[in-house]
């Protein structure tokens, strides 16, 4: 048996530093030189891929550690020579991902590297100061990606309230289109089917044309009998002749559609909706687009416009909208339908007013999550543990509904909640409330959620699906959409549609 060696008592003062070091600090920045120098044939084929990389990555932030200590800067020539050796390192590092990138030289350089940094330990082994430094080094790196990810969050909000030029364009040719028509030709037809309930019926708002003709035309592609498919679809008056003129030009099949735009429904006024009334109050405009907020970077999610659009809160009027239907399927703009949906019009939802699926598999997805538990009105009417349900692909039981006074409730709650003390934005906290032990648990398969904001989502979920919904600021028809989900989305258009190609929209 060979003899050990003696111990190395400035490599064990550097073994104190790595367990002295914050978890965040890989304990490899301080490893010992000679840990860091197997970069021969023999050590390679016994460590991890690419360890040549992690270990010249860690000798450049021992060196930038060096940099910053006292005893190394009084020394101007060590200063110098070390920072021509890091440069040298730097160099030869560049972009390279895996050892196989690194080029012939490499090992000179690195080598070169070791040698400056043997020589600076013995001018510096006082491990308490080195530790002191690496601290400094970590709460800057970590103050650097805090303003890094706040960057993110604002410039994300950004592109996702930008109406790029193609979606700007689309509109203008189409209502130019829409007003050069004929009265006869400005009609849909089969509107003799708009009222009938043994039809399947959807109900679609939204101000954007192009993701309205791919909720549409996924509906109905993957519809086993699309002449009994009929879609209700209410915009607002600026997009209300583009609508038209797009479903005109690109009709669906033989399913049937309605456009209508909000000014129709003269009944939805200030005094009948409190929220409508509240939308046009000078506090809530101050609330959402004010710049005078405590925390401006905490408000970017509240400054987008659908906020303060009556459009998306249109889905607590169904039976007032569509006094003649028993059921009808809601669906957001940003979904897109994959398999037949006649299957939701058969569920017995057990006297429950709303299906939908339920997202609790994650706790942030819970009612604590949407609602102000701290405020007793909440705290003794719900339970903060709750599991929340997704809006976006819904089957409404429309008779039920009327029954259970369901819009009442929903007035109710909005008018406790004038100073958003309650909840802060949007429909699902109040749908949650409206909609508190009155939801039918839908299976998972029919409605698929994250695809606007979550890479991971897993493509076995997706293929199983029957509705996948873009939720979340990457839409598909942004730029920044997420590229491995754009396809589900842009199959259900035809971009040799001759407004497509004048305004350039493209796959």
Same mark, same amino acid.
């Given at each position: 048996?060979?003899?050990?060696?003696?111990?190395?008592?400035?490599?064990?003062? @550097?073994? *104190?530093?790595?367990?002295?070091?914050?978890?965040?600090?890989?304990?490899?920045?301080?490893?010992? #030189?000679s840990q860091a120098a197997r970069t021969d044939g023999k050590a390679k084929s016994s460590v991890l891929p690419d360890t040549r990389i992690?270990? !010249?990555?860690?000798?450049?932030?021992?060196?930038?550690?060096?940099?910053?200590?006292?005893?190394?800067?009084?020394?101007?020539?060590?200063?110098?020579?070390?920072?021509?050796?890091?440069?040298?390192?730097?160099?030869?590092?560049?972009?390279?991902?895996?050892?196989?990138?690194?080029?012939?030289?490499?090992?000179?350089?690195?080598?070169?590297?070791?040698?400056?940094?043997?020589?600076?330990?013995?001018?510096?082994?006082?491990? *308490?100061?080195?530790?002191?430094?690496?601290?400094?080094?970590?709460?800057?790196?970590?103050?650097?990606?805090?303003?890094?990810?706040?960057?993110?969050?604002?410039?994300?909000?950004?592109?996702?309230?930008?109406?790029?030029?193609?979606?700007?364009?689309?509109?203008?040719?189409?209502?130019?289109?829409? =007003?050069?028509?004929?009265?006869?030709? $400005?009609? =849909?037809?089969?509107?003799?089917?708009?009222?009938?309930?043994?039809?399947?019926?959807?109900?679609? /708002?939204?101000?954007?044309?192009?993701?309205?003709?791919?909720?549409?035309?996924?509906?109905?592609?993957?519809?086993?009998?699309?002449?009994?498919?009929?879609?209700?679809?209410?915009?607002?008056?600026?997009?209300?002749?583009?609508?038209?003129?797009? /479903?005109?030009?690109?009709?669906?099949?033989?399913?049937?559609?309605?456009?209508?735009?909000?000014?129709? %429904?003269?009944?939805?006024?200030?005094?009948?909706?409190?929220?409508?009334?509240? @939308?046009?109050?000078?506090?809530?405009?101050?609330?959402? %687009?004010?710049?005078?907020?405590?925390?401006?970077?905490?408000?970017? +999610?509240?400054?987008?416009? +659908?906020?303060?659009?009556?459009?998306?809160?249109?889905? %607590?009027?169904?039976?007032? !909208?569509?006094?003649?239907?028993?059921?009808?399927?809601?669906?957001?703009?940003?979904?897109?339908?994959?398999?037949?949906?006649?299957?939701?019009?058969?569920? #017995?939802?057990?006297?429950?007013?709303?299906?939908?699926?339920?997202?609790?598999?994650?706790? %942030?997805?819970?009612?604590?999550?949407?609602?102000?538990?701290?405020?007793?009105?909440?705290?003794?009417?719900?339970?903060?543990?709750?599991?929340?349900?997704? /809006?976006?692909?819904?089957?409404?039981?429309?008779?039920?509904?009327?029954?259970?006074?369901?819009?009442?409730?929903?007035? *109710?709650?909005?008018?406790?909640? $004038?100073?958003?003390?309650?909840?802060?934005?949007?429909?699902?906290?109040?749908?949650?409330?409206?909609?508190?032990?009155?939801? /039918?648990?839908?299976?998972?398969?029919?409605?698929?959620?994250?695809?606007?904001?979550?890479?991971?989502?897993?493509?076995?979920?997706?293929?199983?699906?029957?509705?996948?919904?873009?939720?979340?600021?990457?839409?598909?028809?942004?730029?920044?959409?997420?590229?491995?989900?754009? *396809?589900?989305?842009?199959?259900?258009?035809?971009?040799?549609?001759?407004?497509?190609?004048?305004?350039?929209?493209?796959?």
């Open positions: 048996m060979s003899r050990r060696k003696p111990p190395d008592h400035s490599s064990n003062r @550097l073994l *104190s530093l790595q367990e002295t070091v914050p978890k965040q600090t890989s304990a490899k920045v301080v490893m010992d #030189n992690r270990n !010249i990555k860690d000798q450049l932030i021992k060196a930038k550690v060096y940099l910053g200590l006292g005893s190394i800067r009084a020394n101007s020539q060590y200063l110098k020579d070390l920072r021509q050796r890091i440069r040298e390192v730097q160099k030869v590092l560049g972009d390279a991902s895996k050892d196989t990138d690194l080029p012939k030289n490499a090992n000179e350089k690195v080598k070169a590297l070791e040698q400056m940094l043997i020589k600076g330990k013995q001018m510096q082994d006082d491990c *308490s100061i080195v530790v002191k430094k690496l601290r400094a080094m970590l709460h800057s790196a970590e103050e650097q990606l805090h303003a890094h990810k706040k960057q993110t969050v604002f410039l994300t909000q950004l592109a996702a309230k930008t109406l790029p030029k193609g979606l700007h364009c689309l509109p203008l040719r189409l209502a130019n289109e829409y =007003f050069s028509l004929d009265p006869g030709q $400005q009609q =849909f037809p089969n509107q003799h089917k708009l009222s009938n309930p043994k039809l399947y019926h959807y109900a679609l /708002f939204s101000d954007n044309i192009l993701a309205t003709a791919v909720v549409v035309n996924s509906t109905v592609l993957n519809a086993k009998y699309p002449s009994d498919h009929v879609f209700h679809i209410i915009t607002d008056r600026l997009n209300y002749a583009p609508m038209r003129m797009w /479903f005109l030009s690109n009709p669906p099949g033989k399913a049937t559609i309605e456009v209508q735009h909000i000014g129709e %429904f003269t009944w939805l006024n200030d005094s009948y909706s409190p929220v409508l009334k509240q @939308l046009g109050s000078q506090s809530m405009i101050d609330y959402y %687009f004010g710049t005078n907020h405590a925390n401006p970077d905490s408000n970017l +999610k509240y400054r987008n416009p +659908k906020y303060l659009s009556i459009l998306n809160h249109l889905r %607590f009027y169904l039976p007032e !909208i569509y006094p003649k239907l028993d059921k009808i399927v809601f669906l957001d703009d940003d979904i897109v339908v994959k398999k037949d949906l006649t299957g939701l019009w058969s569920i #017995n939802m057990k006297g429950k007013v709303n299906g939908a699926v339920e997202t609790c598999g994650e706790g %942030f997805h819970r009612f604590d999550r949407y609602l102000n538990f701290s405020n007793p009105v909440i705290a003794k009417n719900f339970d903060p543990h709750a599991c929340g349900w997704a /809006f976006g692909m819904n089957v409404f039981d429309l008779a039920e509904w009327k029954k259970q006074n369901i819009t009442q409730i929903y007035h *109710s709650w909005q008018k406790l909640n $004038q100073d958003r003390s309650l909840w802060k934005l949007g429909t699902l906290p109040p749908g949650l409330i409206t909609f508190w032990n009155k939801t /039918f648990p839908l299976s998972r398969s029919w409605h698929v959620l994250g695809l606007g904001y979550n890479p991971h989502v897993n493509s076995r979920d997706i293929e199983r699906a029957a509705s996948i919904h873009y939720n979340g600021n990457m839409k598909p028809w942004l730029e920044i959409g997420l590229p491995k989900f754009r *396809s589900y989305w842009s199959k259900y258009l035809n971009y040799d549609q001759h407004f497509l190609r004048e305004c350039n929209i493209n796959p």
